[in-house]
């Protein structure tokens, strides 16, 4: 199954400010997921980012907000934009895994905003 | 809209005890239902489930799907302070390539 590389681990940023957060896949995959989970809820899908096409954004997401790289069919970037204290939230990049494993999910980071 | 609810959402028990977690979802042309550890950040996978009736078991942990009724569940039994978690149940469409989860339930084991 894939390995996903997810870093920063975590940081605390100040309001207005821009935080990039990168996701190595040790193998090639085409879809990389991105997934915001706010304090006490569920993993809701940002966007899903294909390489060599722009990113599709879920209901309530917007590219400006959280604008997606995705270079090549082992790494993306998801930046959390002007940020404010409501998007202090855990950011968790996602691949599928092997057959019957589901997805695999980066090792997240937690993102507090100041 | 694709649904998943969860209960309970939060549930403390015992050291030993034997714990049932549910996950009923609506879903546009259901493909597999999924469950989720997460202790601190990452989900860790639990199981996939396609088939209704098909008990999947690792350990102590167990999991069935009902496609009629539209719910899963997950049982653990002798459970042990290291299960103590957020437990996600998620479903994914068919053509849809991404998850729709639950609110989770918070398991805590006390000793």
């Known amino acids: 199954s894939a390995v996903i590389s997810q870093k920063p681990s975590r940081d605390i940023c100040q309001r207005g400010t821009s935080l990039t957060i990168q996701c190595q896949v040790d193998?090639?995959?085409?879809?990389m997921f991105w997934y915001r989970q706010q304090p006490g809820q569920s993993l809701t899908l940002i966007a899903t980012?294909?390489?060599?096409?722009?990113?599709?954004?879920e209901s309530g997401f917007v590219i400006d907000k959280f604008p997606i790289s995705r270079p090549n069919l082992t790494f993306s970037t998801l930046t959390v934009s002007n940020m404010s204290p409501e998007d202090s939230s855990i950011y968790l990049c996602?691949?599928?895994?092997?057959?019957?494993?589901?997805?695999?999910f980066g090792s997240g980071t937690r993102l507090t905003v100041v | 809209e694709d649904k998943v609810v969860q209960s309970p959402l939060s549930l403390v028990v015992h050291e030993g005890d034997t714990v049932t977690l549910n996950c009923s979802y609506e879903?546009?042309?259901?493909?597999?239902l999924l469950w989720y550890k997460q202790e601190k950040k990452a989900p860790t996978f639990l199981f996939m489930l396609?088939?209704?009736?098909i008990e999947k078991k690792s350990g102590r942990l167990s999991s069935i799907l009902d496609k009629k009724e539209l719910f899963s569940i997950l049982n653990i039994t002798a459970t042990q302070t290291g299960d103590s978690a957020v437990y996600l149940c998620?479903?994914?469409?068919?053509?849809?390539?991404?998850?729709?989860f639950g609110q989770g339930t918070r398991l805590t084991i006390n000793p």
């Open positions: 996602s691949v599928a895994a092997a057959k019957g494993s589901g997805y695999t």
């Open positions: 193998s090639q995959v085409t879809m």
């Open positions: 980012a294909n390489q060599g096409s722009e990113a599709t954004y």
């Open positions: 879903v546009t042309n259901f493909r597999s």
């Open positions: 396609t088939s209704s009736g």
């Open positions: 998620a479903v994914e469409g068919v053509g849809a390539q991404k998850l729709v």
